[in-house]
Structure formats: C-alpha cells, structure tokens
C-alpha cells in the first residue's frame, strides 16, 4: 500500500513562494505517474503538475505555467512542488497523488496541506 504525506503548506503574501513536499511510503515502484493537485472552496479539485516515471512526460495546468514547478528525488521518495510568485487564486489545499502503472486514473492520496495566499 502506498502512502502519501504532503508538507510545507503555509500562508504567505501575494507575490510569495512555497514548497511543498510529498514522502512516499510503500512500493514505490508500482507508481508511474505522481501528481499535485488543489481544491480551492467551491471548486472542483484540478491537476496543477503531473510526471511520469516512466517516460519522464510531464503536464500542468496553463494558470501555473511559468511559475511553479515539480521534481522528485527518488532516493529519497520524495515529490516536490516550488511554487513562485503566488497569487490569490492560487488559494488552495493541495494534494500528492499517485497513479498505479495500468490504473485509469489517480488512486493513491495524501490527506493535503493548505496553502493560503493573500492580496
């Protein structure tokens, strides 16, 4: 069983930085995509940044690009999100997903960690 442990949420002023850190536990190898997602209230939980470990494609949502960016150290199993120059719609809590080899859609997340910017 995978687990997933996000860090690193906090609130800071517009214009800011954050990075997030999500510990995976368990079969790591059993996982060929990891991903970032967030809620903010009221909507609906959106992909931010999305990787895959086995041919390295990464995809994001177009309101982050520019400005916030994944990575992960295996050695450490450990998947990264640097957030810069945050705004107020970035407002959010923020998930670490994991997504089996063969599986049709994330199945394995973190309990999230808030992040909260403000104007």
């Known amino acids: 069983q995978v687990q997933l442990v996000e860090s690193g949420g906090d609130s800071v002023q517009a214009g800011g930085s954050l990075k997030l850190s999500c510990a995976v536990s368990?079969?790591?190898?059993?996982?060929?995509?990891m991903g970032w997602h967030r809620q903010a209230p009221g909507k609906e939980r959106e992909l931010v940044f999305g990787?895959?470990?086995?041919?390295?494609?990464?995809r994001y949502s177009d309101s982050v690009k520019g400005r916030f960016t994944i990575s992960q150290d295996n050695t450490k199993k450990t998947l990264y999100l640097q957030m810069n120059s945050l705004k107020s719609e970035d407002t959010a809590v923020y998930f670490c997903?994991?997504?089996?080899?063969?599986?049709?859609?994330?199945?394995?997340w973190g309990q999230g960690t808030q992040v909260s910017v403000s104007s």
């Open positions: 368990g079969p790591f190898w059993t996982i060929c995509e």
């Open positions: 997903a994991a997504k089996r080899c063969g599986a049709v859609s994330f199945d394995y």
């Open positions: 990787t895959r470990n086995d041919d390295g494609n990464i």
